[in-house]
């Protein structure tokens, strides 16, 4: 409690203080005068006197009758038996009156014995002569006695109801003066819970204030967030136009004969570029971090096949730099494990490449494992280097964003790839940890959160996948792109409808429901992919519906809502269009580096499944009518046509392997500008250049 009370602000700590004061005084007054009250209102209820004074008025009553039975004895000695009774109901109330109740009134004045005493010696005188009998001598004594005790008896009761008559006014003049003490009071309590409720309305006031501020200040944050997104999406967008023209134009003169110093200073123009590509794409992973835009696309990974690309990958750059590098898998890891394989192996890359970065002698260590967390499978790996190492106080910043260490600023760096790497694991259930110490080298602890699964069998070389007795409508507004899934769905043995609207689904469906699959791209005319499958599930249609689209993948909740059963991503290869209609599950593309701008031809055609020649002509095809949706988007004037012009220009590039051009012109459709254009077109021509370069013209079909 002491505690609590330190750890309070002084200002409230003041005010506790302060209201305690003011209640334990309220407490003690009322107290008090609850005190004074109750023993003034003692003397105001005193029944026990009030019936003693009735006994005094009752006497008075006696003592006139007493009186006239003496008179009447004088004249009738017949009324001596009246007279004897009349003595001793008189005795008797004189002897109750003598208990306290004048003596209430009057305590020990003259006038009380004054009254007392005559009575008491008359009493004194006649008792013997009533005991025996008396006499009419005694009956005239007794009223020659009677007669000189009745004028100040007469005059006692008088004094008597005087004082009585005070007491009544001085009981009503404190029971007044008590009813304005207890009106004080009651105002004196009003005021305090007045002000309590004032000091109470006053913070309530400043806290909503203060919340609303917070609401303010929230807001404030996540406008300039948004704005520092779509700051930084345009000047990406701005930079990567010209850098595409750098990179491409530079690989172009690599393709060239040139001598060594010439070749030499354009591979140093090359790697610039790609540097800087990269450090573009980190920028805007941690845009996506922060704004929350971070999606995760699950699929089985083979922990084996990880293993064996990292070290591919880093013993060549280890024994460059002479260092033992060594990478173990855990026999207790599962083979096959679900999760977003991509984000893992660019976390585990930058780990292990920063441990290669920094250390220039020892061993690079790494430990790849899972432990049970009790609510799911915790995927772990260990990086332990031999290298500089981090001190305490500057392992606070090493995760801050665009911030190095003293020994980052001596290996260089941008200080953005932690900071992406723990978004990632966070977002996916885990984190980073580090422990270091100057110059003893690191540990990096990295664990996110994956399920055990059954790796999907390996194709055989010459497997063949199958859709025999399955039939399958596709819905696709590009021409290119439909022949190209209406060609690779006939030769697994499927039959196929297509069309390039959503209506026409509907109508086909309509006419015929036994359709097995439906494949919808996303952004068609009229009626776009999500529309038709929400059209289909409301005539209880019971086939699968494929969503296809080049952009980012939709809200699961909007897939489920409209009744897609899955969404495949543009470039999809055979196997994925065949495992999408069989509803089997598909591994997500390979992440790259910096995209060529023409996928090699073996990579082209296992993505499309077609001979080389096939694969010239789509892909000269498929140039032809990006070049006409480029004109179509000029001459438009609305944005979300433009927007689809675009959009549909990507999807055929990323499907004829133009990876490079199919970048240039999601960037056109995200942030169109003129300069996006521009270079989308100089990528076009750069493009058409190298296709021309592989196969003859022969093969390329006039635009």
């Known amino acids: 409690?002491?505690?609590?009370?330190?750890?309070?602000?002084?200002?409230?700590?003041?005010?506790?203080?302060?209201?305690?004061?003011?209640?334990?005084?309220?407490?003690?007054?009322?107290?008090?005068?609850?005190?004074?009250?109750?023993?003034?209102?003692?003397?105001?209820?005193?029944?026990?006197?009030?019936?003693?004074?009735?006994?005094?008025?009752?006497?008075?009553?006696?003592?006139?009758?007493?009186?006239?039975?003496?008179?009447?004895?004088?004249?009738?000695?017949?009324?001596?038996?009246?007279?004897?009774?009349?003595?001793?109901?008189?005795?008797?109330?004189?002897?109750?009156?003598?208990?306290?109740?004048?003596?209430?009134?009057?305590?020990?004045?003259?006038?009380?014995?004054?009254?007392?005493?005559?009575?008491?010696?008359?009493?004194?005188?006649?008792?013997?002569?009533?005991?025996?009998?008396?006499?009419?001598?005694?009956?005239?004594?007794?009223?020659?006695?009677?007669?000189?005790?009745?004028?100040?008896?007469?005059?006692?009761?008088?004094?008597?109801?005087?004082?009585?008559?005070?007491?009544?006014?001085?009981?009503?003049?404190?029971?007044?003066?008590?009813?304005?003490?207890?009106?004080?009071?009651?105002?004196?309590?009003?005021?305090?819970?007045?002000?309590?409720?004032?000091?109470?309305?006053?913070?309530?006031?400043?806290?909503?204030?203060?919340?609303?501020?917070?609401?303010?200040?929230?807001?404030?944050?996540?406008?300039?967030?948004?704005?520092?997104?779509?700051f930084l999406a345009g000047v990406s967008h701005e930079m990567r136009t010209p850098l595409t023209a750098i990179i491409g134009y530079t690989e172009q003169a690599l393709a060239q004969p040139r001598d060594d110093a010439q070749r030499r200073q354009l591979e140093h123009v090359l790697q610039s570029g790609n540097y800087l590509t990269g450090l573009i794409g980190n920028v805007l992973d941690v845009a996506k971090i922060e704004a929350g835009r971070v999606q995760l696309q699950e699929a089985p990974l083979s922990s084996a096949a990880v293993a064996e690309a990292l070290s591919a990958l880093f013993e060549p750059q280890a024994a460059a730099k002479g260092l033992a590098f060594t990478l173990t898998l855990d026999p207790g890891l599962p083979p096959g494990l679900l999760l977003d394989g991509g984000k893992w192996q660019q976390i585990l890359i930058n780990l292990i490449g920063n441990a290669i970065k920094f250390t220039d002698r020892g061993t690079v260590r790494v430990l790849l494992d899972c432990v049970d967390s009790g609510d799911g499978l915790l995927l772990r790996a260990m990086v332990r280097d031999t290298g500089l190492g981090i001190a305490p106080e500057e392992q606070d910043r090493l995760f801050n964003r665009f911030e190095q260490t003293a020994s980052g600023k001596l290996v260089g760096g941008t200080g953005l790839g932690l900071a992406i790497s723990r978004g990632y694991a966070r977002h996916m259930g885990g984190d980073i940890t580090v422990d270091s110490a100057a110059g003893h080298g690191s540990l990096f602890i990295a664990t996110v959160r994956a399920q055990p699964t059954t790796l999907p069998a390996p194709q055989r070389p010459d497997a063949q996948p199958s859709l025999h007795g399955l039939r399958v409508a596709i819905a696709e507004d590009q021409e290119i792109n439909r022949e190209l899934m209406r060609d690779i769905l006939l030769r697994a043995g499927a039959t196929v409808f297509d069309t390039d609207n959503g209506l026409s689904i509907l109508d086909e469906l309509g006419r015929d429901p036994g359709y097995d699959c439906v494949l919808l791209d996303y952004n068609m005319p009229a009626l776009d992919g999500v529309s038709t499958a929400r059209a289909l599930r409301a005539r209880r249609w019971p086939g699968r519906a494929v969503l296809i689209s080049a952009g980012l993948k939709p809200d699961e909740s909007r897939l489920s809502t409209a009744g897609i059963d899955q969404w495949l991503p543009k470039p999809f290869s055979t196997l994925a269009l065949v495992q999408a209609v069989r509803g089997e599950t598909v591994a997500p593309p390979a992440a790259a580096g910096t995209a060529p701008l023409l996928l090699a031809e073996a990579d082209a055609l296992a993505q499309l499944g077609c001979t080389a020649q096939r694969w010239y002509e789509l892909a000269a095809r498929g140039l032809a009518r990006i070049e006409t949706l480029l004109d179509q988007r000029l001459a438009e004037a609305d944005d979300g046509e433009r927007r689809r012009h675009a959009h549909s220009a990507r999807g055929i590039a990323l499907q004829i392997g133009t990876p490079r051009l199919a970048h240039a012109l999601g960037e056109l459709e995200e942030t169109p500008t003129e300069r996006g254009d521009a270079a989308a077109r100089d990528l076009f021509r750069q493009t058409l250049q190298a296709l021309a370069a592989l196969t003859p013209l022969s093969h390329i079909p006039a635009p």
């Open 1 to 230: 409690m002491l505690a609590f009370l330190l750890d309070m602000p002084r200002r409230v700590r003041t005010a506790l203080w302060v209201t305690l004061f003011v209640l334990c005084c309220t407490l003690a007054l009322s107290t008090w005068f609850e005190y004074q009250l109750r023993t003034q209102l003692s003397g105001v209820t005193d029944y026990g006197a009030q019936d003693e004074l009735w006994n005094t008025f009752a006497m008075n009553r006696e003592f006139m009758q007493f009186v006239a039975a003496v008179r009447l004895a004088r004249r009738d000695p017949g009324a001596l038996p009246e007279l004897k009774l009349r003595y001793d109901i008189l005795a008797g109330r004189v002897l109750d009156t003598q208990n306290g109740a004048l003596n209430s009134l009057f305590g020990n004045t003259d006038t009380y014995r004054r009254l007392l005493a005559p009575v008491n010696g008359m009493f004194k005188a006649f008792d013997p002569a009533f005991e025996r009998g008396i006499t009419p001598d005694e009956v005239e004594r007794l009223n020659r006695v009677v007669d000189a005790l009745e004028p100040n008896f007469y005059l006692s009761m008088q004094q008597i109801q005087s004082h009585f008559s005070d007491r009544l006014v001085n009981n009503e003049r404190l029971i007044v003066r008590l009813g304005d003490w207890r009106m004080a009071m009651l105002v004196l309590q009003f005021l305090l819970l007045l002000f309590f409720a004032a000091i109470a309305l006053r913070e309530l006031w400043r806290s909503e204030t203060r919340s609303r501020e917070l609401d303010d200040a929230r807001s404030a944050a996540l406008e300039a967030s948004a704005a520092k997104t779509r």
